[in-house]
Every structure is written in structure tokens, then in C-alpha cells.
């Protein structure tokens, strides 16, 4: 499947268009959703071949909340202009995914109106989880479900057959007329699994090679990830390990989670999968922020491109931003005049050229070389093609003596070769993507 051998760039569409200012939706069409068009030399340059939408609909405010599933948020533009953003997206070769809210909608949602004002007439009623013996603390004369006890979030019954014959039109439309790739499904965990299974069949007569992904937090992956469900599912079991190893210096948190999923033991969780991996999103803080040693940049994401899984990059984060989740979301959410272009988003670019071209990253097995506090070499393997990913987090130098397999090595990332005949002399805080030659 493309999305396997893809890198993906995340955007958030209400923060990147508009600053989130206002918040709220306050009716007036603007029309910024077209500056994505002037970033695609920029997605080309670091390599990128797929975009990752955050909601793009019509919503109440921060786009989950959404009002109308077939119309761009009008503080974004129109369809007319999110048509051509995806067209000239296509047309540079990269695909689109958008976000899907189908567990709940926004409380200006049509169907949910007509309940408002209908109450128990309203032919809708069944289309949410609705007492007339209680009441909201909108004061709506009738008590719904929420998500998560957010009341600003109405919980959709994806039971009721008018409601999933709904949504699975809009997604039809969504394929039809913007030609989109693949769907991220928002709160996956909590879905109808019939209602994920009928999407994924829908999907597929549709289109070929429709890439469904879905946001998982917890538990077994497996429950949704698999032939008659989801493609992919985003991967924070290893979001925390991929900074807190870093800031501990216990290298052995993030290897021992990926020798759980992917490891050579019969055991082992998704091997054969491919989870999106990410160190950073539009709901937790930025990577530049998290990490201690801004040096560590570097590293972390030589190991997000290097370990299993599709990676992720989150608009911004590539040049380094900084974005503390404690400061609210709008903090993680900016606005940005034009791309910024650093070591750092030099660094990324290789990465993911490196990424695109190796079957070994794409698809390869995962097995753990070496491994100490300070430093992590494993191997990924596919067929004929070998990579090496290692790193030494150690402001220090040190000499690894392990079973290399190969004597000499190309580091994809400077060029350099280097010869492990009598040991690898690993260069103090440094990654390397080593091929054998």
C-alpha cells in the first residue's frame, strides 16, 4: 500500500489557516485554506508525500464539532477552494487524508437543531443518545450523551442505520469530488466496529488502495487494525518513549516497546503492521519543547524514521517550533507566515529520502544489535535490503564491538563510510542510518 511507503505531514487547518482567531465560527468566509498551495514546494523539498488534515468541515469551533460533513468550514473557504488545494496536491504527487468525526458531531449539526426544536417529534431523536426524563446543562429540555462528558460534543448512534447510511455518503462525496486517499478516524477506540467494517467495504468499492488509519490510544491495536478494519492506527504506545527515553537517558523504554510490537518472539504484537508513528501532534506539546537537550532533536528523529511504522511530521515541528500544551491548545495551533528551512528540517528531509527509497525502512523486520542507557543500534531487514539505525545519545564518544554482520557501512545521512572491522567508534550525540556495502 502507498501509505507504507509514505511520509506523512500533518496540518492543522483552523490554527494553519487562521491563527484560530476566532475560535468560535463566527459565519465569515475567508480563504485560507489556498495557502497550502504555496507550501507544496516546501512539502517536496522535505520529501513529503502525504497530508494528514485535521478537520477541514463545517463545526461549531475547533473543527471535531462539526455541523455539516459536506462543507468546508467557511473559515477556511469554500469546497470550490479545498478542491483545488487537493488537486494541486495530486498533481505534486501527494496524497490526502482528511480527519472523519463520526463518533460525535457539534451541537449546530442539522439533525441535532431539529431536535432542539422538535424534542420528541423530531424524526432525528434516534439519531443520538437522548432521555426526555433528564436535562443538558445547555438547559435543552432533554438529557444526551456527550464525549467524554464534553456536551459540546454530541455522541452519535451509529447503531441506528440512518445515521451510518449518513456518514457513509459524505464520505462517498469526500472521494468523488476532492479525490481524497484515506480517512484518519477520530477516537477510533470508541467506534462501532460494524460501523468501521462497513466503511472499510464501502471504501473499497470506491477506491483502490483507500488507506484507512484510526486515532487508538490504549489496548490492543490489533482489535482494529486488521484485514476487515482499519489500515493503520496511530502508534502512542511509543509516542512517550520516543521523548522520555531522550530526557531519561534509558534508551532500553522506547527498544523494549518496539521489541514488543515487532521483535523477532512469536509473541510479538504487529509484526507485519505499520502504525503511525509521531513525536508530536496537534494534542500534546512539541517535541522542541519536551525534550531537555535540544541536541536530541536530531536523534529522535533519526529513531521516528529508522523504528517500524509510518512517520509523521507535524507542521512546524520540522524547523524546530516550540508549543507547550499547558499554555492551551491554540499554543500547539499556529499560524505561520511562510516555512522555515534549518538543520533541523535538513536533517528531516534526508530522513525521509532515506525512508521513501529503503524496502528495508518500509517494510523490514526489527531486531535489537546493541543496546545500553546511552546508546540503541538495531537492524531493519527486508529480502536483500539491510539497514542499521544507531544512536548514542552520550555527549561522549564510544566503540560498540558487536555482531555487525557487514564490515563496512555507508551513513546515508553525511555520505561517510566507515568500517566496524575493529568496532564502531560512534561519535558523541549523533544518529546514523547505516547501509552495508
Request: proline content about 3%; hydrophobic content about 35%; overall charge negative.
Amino acid at each position: 500500500m502507498w501509505a507504507y511507503e509514505s511520509v506523512f505531514y500533518q496540518i492543522f487547518p483552523q490554527g494553519f489557516c487562521n491563527n484560530n482567531d476566532p475560535f468560535f465560527n463566527d459565519g465569515v468566509e475567508r480563504h485560507g485554506i489556498l495557502d497550502v498551495i504555496d507550501w507544496i514546494d516546501h512539502f517536496k523539498k522535505l520529501n513529503i508525500n502525504a497530508i494528514y488534515f485535521s478537520p477541514v468541515f463545517e463545526s461549531d469551533s475547533h473543527g471535531y464539532n462539526t455541523r455539516n460533513y459536506k462543507l468546508i468550514d467557511k473559515r477556511l473557504g469554500s469546497n470550490e477552494d479545498f478542491k483545488k488545494v487537493c488537486d494541486s496536491l495530486h498533481e505534486a504527487g501527494i496524497k490526502v487524508v482528511l480527519d472523519g468525526v463520526f463518533n460525535h458531531c457539534g451541537r449546530g449539526f442539522g439533525p441535532f437543531l431539529d431536535v432542539i426544536e422538535k424534542k420528541w417529534d423530531s424524526p432525528y431523536k434516534d439519531w443520538f443518545y437522548i432521555s426526555f426524563d433528564g436535562n443538558s446543562n445547555y438547559n435543552d429540555g432533554f438529557w444526551y450523551e456527550g464525549w467524554e462528558g464534553n456536551y459540546d460534543l454530541v455522541k452519535l448512534n451509529l447503531d441506528n442505520p440512518a445515521v451510518s447510511d449518513y456518514l457513509i455518503d459524505a464520505v462517498k462525496y469526500w472521494i468523488e469530488y476532492f479525490g481524497i486517499d484515506g480517512i484518519r478516524l477520530d477516537v477510533a477506540y470508541m467506534l462501532n466496529e460494524n460501523f468501521i467494517r462497513r466503511l472499510r467495504y464501502e471504501c473499497d468499492q470506491l477506491s483502490d488502495d483507500f488507506f484507512l488509519i484510526g486515532e487508538m490510544l490504549h489496548g490492543d491495536y490489533n482489535r482494529l487494525v486488521n484485514d476487515e478494519m482499519l489500515d493503520s492506527c496511530t502508534n502512542y504506545e511509543c509516542y512517550k518513549g520516543l521523548y522520555s527515553a531522550f530526557n531519561s537517558n534509558n534508551m532500553f523504554e522506547i527498544i523494549h516497546s518496539l521489541m514488543r510490537q515487532y521483535g523477532p518472539e512469536e509473541w510479538t504484537l504487529y509484526k507485519g503492521k505499520h502504525l503511525m508513528d509521531f513525536v508530536d501532534n496537534h494534542d500534546v506539546s512539541r517535541i522542541a519543547t519536551m525534550l531537555d537537550n535540544p541536541r536530541n532533536l536530531f536523534n529522535v528523529y533519526t529513531l521516528l524514521f529508522g523504528m517500524p511504522g509510518i512517520p509523521c511530521i507535524y507542521y512546524g515541528s520540522e524547523w524546530g517550533v516550540h508549543g507547550d500544551k499547558n499554555n492551551g491548545d491554540p499554543s500547539l495551533r499556529p499560524k505561520f507566515e511562510a516555512p522555515e528551512w534549518t538543520e533541523l528540517t535538513d536533517h528531516i528531509a534526508k530522513l525521509a529520502q532515506i525512508k521513501k527509497d529503503s524496502k528495508a525502512l518500509n517494510y523490514g523486520d526489527f531486531t535489537n544489535l546493541h543496546l545500553t542507557n546511552m546508546q540503541s543500534l538495531f537492524f531493519r531487514k527486508a529480502d536483500e535490503d539491510t539497514m542499521l539505525v544507531a544512536i548514542n545519545i552520550d555527549d561522549n564518544p564510544c566503540t560498540i564491538h558487536a555482531d555487525f554482520r557487514f564490515g563496512r557501512f555507508r551513513d546515508l545521512l553525511t555520505g561517510e563510510e566507515i568500517d566496524m572491522g575493529g568496532g564502531f567508534n560512534m561519535e558523541g550525540n549523533r544518529s546514523y542510518i547505516l547501509q552495508p556495502f
